[in-house]
Antibody
Framework: QVQLQESGPGLVKPSGTLSLTCAVSGGSITSSNWWSWVRQPPGKGLEWIGEIYHSGRTNYNPSLKSRVTMSVDKSNNQFSLKLSSVTAADRAVYYC?????????????????????WGQGTMVTVSS | DIQMTQSPSSLSASVGDRVTITCRASQSISRFLNWYKQKPGKSPKLLIYGASSLQGGVPSRFSGSGSGTEFTLTISSLQPEDFATYYCQQSYSTPWAFGQGTKVEIK
């Protein structure tokens, strides 16, 4: 059973860089899955930040793209998120997720993808 | 970018009630629509993918339907553990986007 565990500082200074790591256990980060980061400000909804494949290929949310960098560490079976120039608006619970795919048997167009495994989440506060 | 809108934002219901939540996409997304359940302080949990396919281990009282721009999540007989916030999410094209959530509360 694949499990994900986020880690990193819970407090980041304004204008600083948020850095989080997601450790993958019970499976390999080189499996045929994309790996994503999703965040949730207190009392608000979910926002997708971006995704990475074990090859290093990435897709980022355009709303955060200029500040986001994701990377994969295959030797340690983990992936990471860096978000630069943080402000109070970046205060949120940050989740790492596994993105799995299922064959689309309805019309054969591609695969259905969904976040099927989530870490427990880690709260990051931005304050001096 | 595709925008997702859920309705209602919240609802009150009793144990045993049939509950329906609607999700609309700003453009056609075929059946590339997922539903998640989130309890307070917990991570979201995948319920349904591909608009109507039940994720393993999810009770059969949950069902999903729809295609194109309009989708529904139905709970046929609400149970105490179903009181939570539900989110839809489109998986048609990046950036993946979630609806704003529907909070199901106890009446």
């Amino acid at each position: 059973q694949v499990q994900l565990q986020e880690s990193g500082p819970g407090l980041v200074k304004p204008s600083g860089t948020l850095s989080l790591t997601c450790a993958v256990s019970g499976g390999s980060i080189t499996s045929s899955n994309w790996w994503s980061w999703v965040r949730q400000p207190p009392g608000k909804g979910l926002e997708w930040i971006g995704e990475i494949y074990h090859s290093g290929r990435t897709n980022y949310n355009p709303s955060l793209k200029s500040r986001v960098t994701m990377s994969v560490d295959k030797s340690n079976n983990q992936f990471s998120l860096k978000l630069s120039s943080v402000t109070a608006a970046d205060r949120a619970v940050y989740y790492c997720t596994r993105d799995s795919a299922w064959i689309n048997n309805y019309d054969g167009s591609g695969y259905f993808r969904a976040f099927d495994i989530w870490g427990q989440g880690t709260m990051v506060t931005v304050s001096s | 970018d595709i925008q997702m809108t859920q309705s209602p934002s919240s609802l009150s219901a009793s144990v045993g009630d049939r509950v329906t939540i609607t999700c609309r996409a700003s453009q056609s997304i075929s059946r590339f629509l997922n539903w998640y359940k989130q309890k307070p302080g917990k991570s979201p949990k995948l319920l349904i993918y591909g608009a109507s396919s039940l994720q393993g281990g999810v009770p059969s009282r949950f069902s999903g339907s729809g295609s194109g721009t309009e989708f529904t999540l139905t709970i046929s007989s609400l149970q105490p553990e179903d009181f939570a916030t539900y989110y839809c999410q489109q998986s048609y094209s990046t950036p993946w986007a979630f609806g704003q959530g529907t909070k199901v509360e106890i009446k």
